[in-house]
């Protein structure tokens, strides 16, 4: 599985135009890890670079990790993904060692699609002034996709990105972009964050 750029076929949906606040804003990187790393390690450029236009704008950063400890936590995923999980304690469940990672930057564990359901990432957010989310990272259809949608009815502005995210195959990532576009987030590249931020830095 591999990385897509995806073509403009979503911009007749990018409608709206918005800048994100470094200000008021959290970078999320979702699940980076080494069980996703055919789709991860192709964005590892425009994530890296997203990683450092926010650290310089002082936007804090948080990377979510997906991992499953018992049946209790499997829910629907077990049934749907026919008990292929990511299990806690394997290599695969660990992060990428090349994320640009800091001490500082705080690690969500979570055991399903959203970074939002129990792990407390919404109380987090608020309880440090945060009112928008950058989503990257991977998969953009799955754990991309349903966290910026939490995010959106939770009442963060959501911006997405287009090139530091990815997923198994062009069709499924242009369709998020659509979606996104059309109903939730702002979208962004590394080009456009970094002449926000570094405008506004």
């Known amino acids: ?38 789709m991860a390690c192709p964005i590892l450029p425009a994530l890296h670079t997203t990683v450092a236009l926010c650290r310089a704008a002082g936007v804090p950063i948080f990377f979510t990790r997906h991992r499953h400890r018992s049946p209790a936590d499997y829910a629907m995923l077990g049934e749907w993904w026919n008990g292929d999980l990511i299990f806690d304690g394997t290599p695969e469940s660990e992060l990428l060692p090349d994320l640009g990672r800091r001490p500082g930057d705080r690690v ?6 959203s970074a939002f359901a129990g792990t407390g990432l919404e109380e987090i957010l608020h309880g440090t002034g945060v009112e928008e989310v950058i989503v990257t990272g991977v998969m953009t259809n799955l754990c991309c996709e349903t966290t910026a949608r939490e ?12 090139d530091a995210t990815a997923t198994s195959n062009s069709d499924l990532h242009e369709s998020t972009l659509k979606n996104m576009a059309y109903g939730f987030a702002y979208l962004v590249d590394c080009e456009r964050l970094e002449a926000a931020l570094g405008r506004k830095g």
């Open 108 to 113: 969500v564990e979570k055991s399903t699609y």
């Open 151 to 162: 995010a959106f009815v939770r009442g963060f502005r959501v911006f997405f990105s287009t």
């Open 1 to 38: 599985m591999a990385a897509f750029t995806a073509a403009a076929s979503y911009s007749k949906y990018e409608i709206r135009r918005r800048d994100p606040n470094p200000k008021a804003a959290a970078l999320l990187v979702i699940d980076m890890q080494n069980y996703f790393a055919s």
